[in-house]
């Protein structure tokens, strides 16, 4: 979703329903529409009955007067981890089947843990770490799980300041835990001499010896900065913190195709192979990638110590999304609040999105707050197909702002041919405008070649359609047209600074030639 502090001209999130009406695809041009709080006003009831442009006090009661539909929203959300996850019992047996072996104190192996997105690797990874943690607080053994979003910390010097300084942190509460205790004793020591008795301390002067001890260790951690330091260092933080005190660890890297894919795979390589020099504790790693493939490009001994251990979570289909759905909605909404037809329509859409128990979730949170916004007493059929347009067009306007500044600059030539009324656009065409561009903004200018894959891509991201046909005796050609709201679409492109800098587009258009 986009970030609605992003002023990029598309992140049309907080204002969708003033811009952009869902239902009827129509469009308000942004030069002569009202602002958004003229929008506001004169939906407000004044109280006079429509005399006086004037909005009344207690703007937020006159929103707040419907019921609410909601019970609890967070349930709906990705990021909500539920007590009970149908359709996933085997993988997550599995799952508790290799780690039960940290309650022992051994080290578990290595876990991979392959699906789509939407599938529940993460909600089900997170679901049995939360009970591997419980359980061994239950039984005294120590074991922990730290969670790392490689998406989010994509390079070796990140995951492993983060985690260095998680345990650094839990090291530190382990500390004043331990020298509390030995507080509490040594006063009771100094009080009766017998209460050293059953203690492994034979003197006062050890026990304070040993608290001593303990807060000269906490006073040399040191926190290791998000940048600065050498890698190497790094590391060294990170081992020592870990290696402080007996435990198991289990590290869950969660994207970790997107830390390969920026950073190489160092750091699977170090984490993999650390067991041979730790000394008091052993880490094992908890991988979750949506790509079945992302281990071809590893290092074959990060791969065989690394995939030790495979987890495969297939797609749901309408039946299962279905369930997943009713079982959320139950804690979701109030009553009545959906109406039949809402769960199995929400789970059908979903089904045709590979099985995206993700994309149903969000389709169901964004019909409720539609019908929420509309004051109605009940989710219908026509919000959950507002709410699928919705989506469609954040995710076109995600995808969108982060295209790298070339693709956006062949995506605005596009734009300008469409625009300017050229069907059945070909790729010699694409790259005049290009070029154009280019120049406009001081942008080094690519081969024809590279931008025909660039237009490629784009095509993959469904951004574009491009479909090559034959010309006959002269060759074959792409035909390439948008697959995208053009206006939304062309809104984004402009909020980049650069491609913002272009006064006027109308010169870039050429005069087309057909062959």
Request: include cysteine; charge should be negative; glycine fraction near 6%.
């Amino acid at each position: 979703m986009t970030d609605p502090s992003d002023d990029d001209g598309g992140g049309r999130d907080a204002r969708e329903s003033e811009s952009y009406d869902l239902s009827t695809d129509g469009r308000v041009d942004s030069d002569t529409s009202p602002g958004l709080d003229d929008v506001v006003l004169d939906n407000l009831d004044t109280g006079d009955s429509g005399e006086s442009d004037e909005a009344s006090r207690g703007l937020f009661d006159d929103l707040l007067e419907g019921e609410p539909i909601f019970e609890n929203k967070e349930v709906l959300r990705p990021s909500y981890t539920p007590r009970k996850l149908p359709h996933r019992e085997e993988q997550i047996n599995n799952m508790a089947t290799i780690l039960v072996t940290a309650l022992r104190g051994d080290t578990p192996s290595n876990i991979l843990i392959y699906g789509k997105t939407g599938t529940g690797k993460t909600a089900s990874a997170k679901f049995v770490s939360e009970e591997l943690e419980t359980t061994s607080q239950k039984y005294e053994v120590p074991c922990e799980v730290e969670y790392i979003n490689c998406e989010v910390t994509d390079t070796q010097y990140r995951v492993l300041a983060q985690l260095a300084n998680k345990f650094i942190d839990k090291n530190a509460e382990v500390i004043d835990e331990r020298v509390a205790e030995l507080e509490d004793l040594l006063s009771r020591a100094r009080e009766d001499a017998s209460a050293l008795d059953d203690a492994e301390f034979d003197s006062i002067a050890a026990v304070e010896d040993e608290i001593d001890s303990l807060e000269a260790d906490k006073a040399d951690f040191e926190e290791v900065p998000m940048t600065g330091w050498p890698t190497d260092r790094v590391y060294s933080s990170f081992f020592d913190a870990v290696d402080y005190h007996e435990r198991v660890v289990v590290i869950m890297l969660d994207e970790i195709d997107k830390l390969v894919e920026k950073s190489g795979d160092d750091t699977l390589y170090n984490l993999s192979r650390m067991n041979s020099e730790l000394e008091n504790s052993r880490v094992s790693i908890m991988g979750i990638s949506n790509d079945l493939k992302f281990t071809d490009f590893l290092d074959p001994r990060v791969k065989s110590s690394l995939g030790e251990e495979e987890i495969v979570f297939p797609p749901y289909d309408a039946n299962q999304l279905r369930d997943i759905l009713q079982a959320r909605s139950d804690v979701a909404f109030k009553g009545e609040a959906l109406s039949e037809d809402v769960i199995p329509l929400c789970a059908a859409f979903a089904a045709q999105e590979h099985g995206d128990a993700r994309r149903a979730l969000d389709l169901l949170r964004t019909a409720g707050e539609l019908a929420e916004r509309d004051q109605t007493e009940q989710v219908q059929e026509d919000h959950v197909r507002q709410a699928q347009e919705k989506i469609e067009l954040d995710r076109v306007v995600e995808v969108v702002r982060t295209l790298p500044t070339q693709s956006k600059i062949v995506l605005f030539a596009i734009i300008l041919l469409e625009k300017n009324g050229v069907r059945n656009i070909n790729t010699g065409e694409v790259y005049n405008i290009y070029k154009n561009l280019c120049e406009e903004i001081d942008a080094d200018v690519l081969t024809q070649r590279r931008v025909t894959d660039l237009i490629s891509e784009l095509d993959m991201l469904g951004i574009v359609n491009a479909v090559v046909v034959s010309k006959g005796r002269y060759g074959r050609t792409k035909e390439i047209s948008l697959s995208v709201p053009t206006e939304e679409t062309e809104a984004v492109l402009l909020s980049d600074s650069r491609l913002g800098d272009i006064d006027d587009v109308q010169p870039f258009v050429q005069a087309r030639f057909d062959n």
